[in-house]
């Protein structure tokens, strides 16, 4: 969602005459994109503010936009007196207001619901992946998350205005669509004449644009995975075989008092339909470690659905207290160092998963996606279906970015591969 936030700043202030640089200390104006999901990332926030007041010039108009804004409100001018704006994510179309008085301090932290999508300029560039909000905000209160606090209880867009947006990248440069949403399976709009549009509607519409080659959508709430969205893995060839739908735990005692659908089988039920129509998707998950009341015993069934489902290219973490949640008052908080120690178990076995698949695909042929140069500019990156990375000898001829790679070789970061010619 930050990605996407990002590219419709940069688009809306191209509008405005303005270009990007890399240079904070030549910058105009600086503004910071900012998550608020982990104490740890709201921390990186603050120091990185005191480092760019230091490099930035005189004359820089300078705030903060996202999660932590919408969290500090007015609080973030006391802690940093240069700030010139602090706009919440459903506020950031504001930001132009601030161009025309940049004498002025801007605050707006209000959850706008869907106007910034109304009023946010389309892109006349998109890259070869394109990144589109189908809802904003959670009603689903789990009880570690500040998501429903920063980003407000769930809206869904209206299902033509998605569609413009995904035609709309489609002609401008786009060969992959991922449907965003803090909750994207959650996806329902019921049009004037009372037709209800699920996020498989959405999928549909999005396969018959011929531009469209790859479909994914991210992230998905285990119970909203409804019987007409999973037939969709069968059906539709451009809906890619990877599904990040979280799990966070594999004891029902941690998911009750996580407020997180707790039938473990239910779960299971649903990546065996998953797998039933489409024999080869691949599951990923995100998991928490050291929730509150968390026993070793608890932990132990984490590691063992870890094992069970074989989920792959999975994010783990050590939970951490956030600002207006009941679990950061919940007793029984777990200390860093047990976190620490059952963070690095979960890991090595997401580790050893993640090798498994890859060393899988060894031999295979893919239909991957061009991400770009690596490091080196010796070589290019891809992305296969699963959204491993694929990496190949850069070729001296001109390739076209949806490429067909025989896999030749695997370790647990990535995979290697060359194009195959017809
Ligand atoms: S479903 Fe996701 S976004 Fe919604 S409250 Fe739970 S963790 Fe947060």
């Known amino acids: 969602m930050n990605v996407y936030d990002g590219q419709r700043i940069a688009a809306m202030l191209e509008k405005h005459g303005l ?3 890399n240079d904070v200390s030549d910058a105009d104006i600086i503004i910071l994109n900012t998550c608020s999901v982990r104490e740890k990332a709201t921390n990186k926030v603050y120091s990185a503010l005191g480092r760019i007041r230091r490099a930035k010039k005189a004359s820089a108009i300078f705030g903060i936009v996202g999660c932590v804004a919408r ?28 161009l025309k008085n ?17 009023e946010l300029p389309q892109m006349t560039k998109t890259p070869t992946v394109a990144y589109i909000p189908v809802q904003e905000g959670c009603n689903h209160c789990c009880t570690y998350c500040i998501v429903p606090y920063t980003r407000g209880r769930e809206l869904s867009r209206p299902f033509n205005d998605v569609i413009k947006d995904t ?3 489609a002609k401008t440069g786009a060969i992959e669509i991922c449907f965003l949403g803090q909750n994207v399976n959650g996806y329902k709009y019921t ?13 549909k519409e999005a396969a018959k644009l011929p531009e469209i080659q790859r479909i994914r959508f991210t992230s998905s709430y285990p119970t909203e995975m409804t019987d ?19 799990i966070q735990s594999g004891s029902p005692r941690i998911l009750k008092k996580m407020n997180r659908p707790d039938d473990i089988e239910n779960y299971k039920n649903i990546v065996k339909k998953l797998k039933s129509v489409r ?11 050291g929730f509150p009341d968390e026993t070793d015993e608890d932990f132990e069934q984490t590691l063992n659905v870890a094992r069970e489902i074989k989920y792959i290219n999975s994010y783990s973490f050590k939970y951490s207290p956030r600002p207006h949640t009941a679990a950061a008052i919940m007793p029984n908080q777990i200390s860093e160092q047990i976190k620490s120690v059952r963070l ?7 580790n050893e998963n993640q090798r498994e698949f890859n060393m899988s695909c060894i031999g295979k042929e893919m239909l991957c996606l061009l991400e770009g140069d690596d490091k080196t500019g010796r070589h290019l990156v891809f992305r296969t279906p699963y959204m491993q990375q694929c990496i190949i000898e850069k070729p001296d001829y001109e390739i076209s970015p949806l490429q067909k790679i025989k896999i030749t070789d695997a370790n647990k970061a990535s995979l290697r591969g060359e194009i195959k010619l017809k």
């Open 167 to 169: 035609i709309n990248a």
């Open 344 to 350: 690095q178990k979960l890991d090595s076995q997401l």
């Open 279 to 289: 024999p080869d998707i691949q599951i990923s998950s995100d998991f928490i470690v």
């Open 71 to 98: 969290e500090s409100g007015s609080d973030a001018f006391k802690r940093i007196p240069e700030l010139n704006f602090v706009l919440g994510p459903q506020s950031y179309h504001k930001l132009p207001d601030i």
């Open 191 to 203: 049009d004037e004449n009372g037709k209800l549009y699920r996020l498989s509607d959405l999928i």
């Open 19 to 21: 270009s990007q640089t």
């Open 228 to 246: 007409d969205l999973i037939e969709m893995f069968g059906i539709e060839d451009k809906l890619l075989p990877f599904l990040n739908m979280p």
């Open 102 to 118: 940049p004498d002025t301090k801007l605050l707006n932290i209000d959850l706008g619901g869907l106007e910034k999508f109304d």
